[in-house]
């Protein structure tokens, strides 16, 4: 699906932001508020298992989203098999009232890798029930390309494991992944610790970044939010005007040919 150059289509929707925000680990519900609203994205991931809105000490947590007026994702964060993530997400559909779901299968507790095979299948599940799969995969190409034959319309390759701030580990993958699947919106999702780490996603010709961490445990969140906000626009208004070619050798910035010649008596 081809991108406008100032717009994320995703799944039929259009939003004018290109970063997805988590809603968890803020220091404080109103700093969450402030943080998302600074950050300017028009969409919040949102786990079930941490914050039901069915449940009491969930209630004051789902009224502060509502109130953002934004596009939730909910999420399957912490679903070890198919099963599990099949049936949560069946939950936050009846919950939340969206068919949009961010897909996580753990794989290994260790770095939160996602089960390849798993991702795959209850991606297939799911949309044949009718969901709108994000799947938060590895960089591996042949995931992607099967997710995609299944029927996902949007890929989130993770940039390093979840948490961990590390930026883009192999932006090899990831630019090859960009290259061998030019029809769908990618985001990288994961990893992503600071603004640059963003910038060169967006170089890198990804439609999106989702990030959560990087801004929720940052020592100000609402300036970081502010700030990976400007990356995003930065990094994407980049790759539009199209980077100037590596070279091996020096070019002057100032050429010599037709500048005047001074000639000392």
Same mark, same amino acid.
């Given at each position: 699906?081809?991108?406008?150059?100032?717009?994320?289509?995703?799944? #039929?929707?259009? &939003?004018? /932001?290109?970063?997805?925000? @988590?809603?968890?680990?803020?220091? /404080?519900?109103?700093?969450?508020?402030?943080?998302?609203?600074?950050?300017?994205?028009?969409?919040?991931?949102?786990?079930?298992?941490?914050?039901?809105?069915?449940?009491?000490?969930?209630?004051? &947590? %789902?009224?502060?989203?509502? /109130?953002?007026?934004?596009?939730?994702?909910?999420?399957?964060?912490?679903?070890?098999?198919?099963?599990?993530?099949?049936?949560?997400?069946?939950?936050?559909?009846?919950? &939340?009232?969206?068919?949009?779901?961010?897909?996580?299968?753990?794989?290994?507790?260790?770095?939160?890798?996602?089960?390849?095979?798993?991702?795959?299948?209850?991606?297939?599940?799911?949309?044949?029930?009718?969901?709108?799969?994000?799947?938060?995969?590895?960089?591996?190409?042949?995931?992607?390309?099967?997710?995609?034959?299944? #029927?996902?319309?949007?890929?989130?390759? %993770?940039? /390093?494991?979840? #948490?961990? @701030?590390?930026?883009?580990?192999?932006?090899?993958?990831?630019?090859?992944?960009?290259?061998?699947?030019?029809?769908?919106?990618?985001?990288?999702?994961?990893?992503?610790?600071?603004?640059?780490?963003?910038?060169?996603?967006?170089?890198?010709?990804?439609?999106?970044?989702?990030?959560?961490?990087?801004?929720?445990?940052?020592?100000?969140?609402?300036?970081?939010?502010?700030?990976?906000?400007?990356?995003?626009?930065?990094?994407?208004?980049?790759?539009?005007? #199209?980077?100037?070619?590596?070279?091996?050798?020096?070019?002057?910035?100032?050429?010599?040919?037709?500048?005047?010649?001074?000639?000392?008596?």
């Amino acid at each position: 699906m081809k991108q406008n150059q100032d717009n994320l289509t995703l799944y #039929g929707q259009t &939003f004018h /932001s290109r970063l997805l925000i @988590g809603s968890a680990l803020y220091p /404080s519900p109103a700093i969450m508020r402030e943080a998302i609203t600074a950050s300017g994205s028009e969409i919040i991931t949102v786990s079930l298992r941490r914050q039901s809105p069915s449940e009491a000490g969930g209630e004051g &947590f %789902w009224q502060q989203l509502k /109130s953002l007026n934004k596009t939730l994702l909910p999420n399957t964060a912490g679903c070890h098999s198919v099963k599990e993530a099949v049936t949560l997400a069946q939950m936050s559909r009846e919950l &939340f009232e969206t068919d949009w779901l961010k897909l996580e299968v753990v794989g290994d507790d260790y770095n939160l890798q996602p089960d390849p095979l798993g991702t795959v299948e209850a991606a297939e599940q799911l949309i044949k029930l009718g969901f709108k799969v994000f799947p938060y995969c590895t960089d591996d190409l042949v995931i992607c390309q099967r997710l995609r034959d299944v #029927g996902c319309q949007v890929l989130m390759p %993770w940039g /390093s494991p979840i #948490g961990t @701030g590390r930026g883009l580990m192999n932006p090899y993958n990831l630019q090859t992944i960009r290259e061998r699947i030019p029809e769908l919106p990618l985001i990288v999702d994961a990893g992503i610790g600071k603004p640059s780490h963003a910038v060169q996603a967006m170089e890198l010709g990804y439609d999106g970044i989702l990030l959560n961490t990087a801004v929720a445990q940052a020592g100000d969140p609402v300036l970081m939010a502010r700030a990976f906000r400007d990356a995003v626009t930065a990094g994407r208004q980049a790759t539009l005007a #199209g980077a100037m070619p590596e070279r091996q050798t020096a070019s002057p910035s100032t050429p010599t040919l037709g500048m005047p010649f001074w000639h000392q008596q």
